[in-house]
């Protein structure tokens, strides 16, 4: 039996990825385009076959049908791999970024190519992380990134920052260095505000000095669904009889979770470290 549905889940989903689908399609209308960039991912290589087709043989493609096009092979392996729901709505927002963007008048900010950059590239990456913290995505590489995080537990934005550079490298042979190299710095800004506004796949240990373990752990089982490991303890100043618990949680887990731990044990002394690499059997709580 499939899971329920679950009507809030999927109006988030949806109303979180339509605005992330506007706020790209109006940034390619107003930024990228105005500066004659090409952004990460399948729009980027879209917008290259465009200018390729009009330079080379003047024939000028909508922006629709090349991008759907190109997204309809990751679509259907992340209906396999990663969920149906998911991708249907961000099928359906791949769809509505395409259109909009064709609908969209050109409308330029500002002829400062630098500030084009910089201010394309933010507005980028908080229109994709709008539509990931909705649980959605705006689609492309997207699927990619989504289902390695999922699947394999692996970050790997920035590997496909460099597959967004070898694109950019066509680009620039075939219409100048310049705009590809500017368009590195707007992906570089996107790629950079992504992981600075979603941290569901960043990782952080928790060592909790505590008088009340079982309370601890019941937080933590509550707010994550993670286990613990319970240590013995002796406070060398006081020489008092302590347990330490031990617990790997995602970092936005931990904002709430430490709340919780304080709550449980006031006295409680809680240090949260980094984690870079995890091996081994993680929970994961999907979001698709």
């Known amino acids: 039996m499939g899971r329920k549905f679950d009507w809030k889940k999927e109006s988030k989903r949806l109303i ?7 706020i790209m399609a109006v940034n390619i209308k107003t930024f990228v385009r105005a500066g004659g960039l090409y952004p990460g991912g399948f729009n980027g290589v879209t917008l290259l ?4 087709c009009d330079r080379f043989f003047d ?5 629709s049908p090349i991008s759907l096009a190109l997204n309809a092979i990751p679509a259907i392996i992340s209906f396999k791999a990663i969920g149906k729901r ?3 709505v ?6 509505a970024t395409s ?12 002829e400062d190519i630098l500030l084009i950059c910089i201010f394309g590239g933010l507005i980028n990456g908080v229109a994709i992380t709008i539509a990931l913290l909705g649980g959605a995505s705006t689609g492309g590489t997207d699927f990619i990134a989504i289902y390695f995080a999922e699947k394999k537990n692996k970050d790997v934005w920035n590997y496909i920052l460099v597959g967004n550079v070898a694109v950019l490298m066509i680009a620039g042979y075939l219409f100048g260095w310049d705009k590809a190299l500017y368009s590195i710095i707007f992906q570089f800004t996107s790629t950079q505000v992504i992981h600075l506004l979603y941290q569901v796949q960043k990782k952080v240990t928790l060592f ?9 752990y019941q937080a933590i089982s509550e707010v994550t669904n993670h286990s613990a490991t319970e240590f013995s303890a002796t406070g060398m100043y006081s020489n008092e009889k302590r347990k330490m618990i031990y617990s790997v949680v995602s970092t936005m887990e931990a904002k709430v979770l430490i709340q919780r731990v304080m709550e449980a044990d006031p006295r409680a002394f809680v240090n949260v470290v980094k ?4 091996i081994g059997r993680f929970y994961q709580k999907s979001n698709y």
């Open 59 to 63: 024939i000028t493609v909508p922006f």
């Open 275 to 278: 984690t870079d690499t995890l």
């Open 86 to 88: 998911f991708t249907v």
């Open 16 to 22: 979180f990825g339509l605005i992330g689908a506007v």
């Open 49 to 52: 076959i465009q200018t390729i």
């Open 208 to 216: 909790v000095v505590t008088e009340e373990p079982e309370a601890v």
């Open 99 to 110: 259109f909009i963007t064709d609908m969209v008048p050109a409308i330029p900010i500002t």
């Open 90 to 95: 961000t099928s359906i927002l791949v769809v």
